[in-house]
């Protein structure tokens, strides 16, 4: 078994910021020209996800209203009183949704689907620099 790491950075806005990231996983992947391994994608933070989405105008504003509904920003969140950050509900809406996603390799291909974007979600109230890991295993 062999691993490979790779990985790039990523500058956001914040306030759940979606970002494709799609275009920088292939590049780190394509770059080694194997045929089949597992990829895995991971994002380095408490308040930033990785996950998939069409990456449409319109699931770009559905995302987000869904989140909003589910961990509003304006709720008192007991997170606050520890460090009085004011981003309890980044924490929880990045701990939902999650961290990380898989990509079989599979015949020097990402199995991605046509309409599958791999994305990046900072939750948290102000403009961050992420570090994504790209770990791939053959
Ligand atoms: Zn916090």
Redesign the pocket.
């Known amino acids: 078994m062999t691993i490979i790491n790779e990985k790039f950075s990523i500058n956001t806005k914040g306030n759940t910021d979606i970002v494709d990231i799609t275009k920088h996983v292939q590049q780190a992947v394509y770059s080694h020209s194997l045929q089949n391994a597992s990829v895995n994608v991971y994002v380095a933070g ?2 930033v996800s990785i996950t998939n989405i069409e990456f449409e105008p319109g699931l770009l504003v559905d995302l987000p209203e869904t989140l909003e509904k589910i961990a509003p920003a304006k709720m008192a969140y007991h ?2 009183e520890t ?1 009085h ?1 004011g ?2 509900y ?2 929880v809406r990045a701990s939902i949704i999650g961290n990380s996603t898989f990509v079989p390799l599979i015949d020097g291909a990402l199995q991605l689907g046509q309409w599958q974007q791999i994305v990046l979600i900072d939750f948290d109230n102000k403009a961050r620099t992420r570090t994504v890991y790209v770990q791939i295993v053959y």
Request: aromatic share 10%.
């Open positions: 408490s308040t997170h606050d460090w950050d981003n309890g980044a924490h």
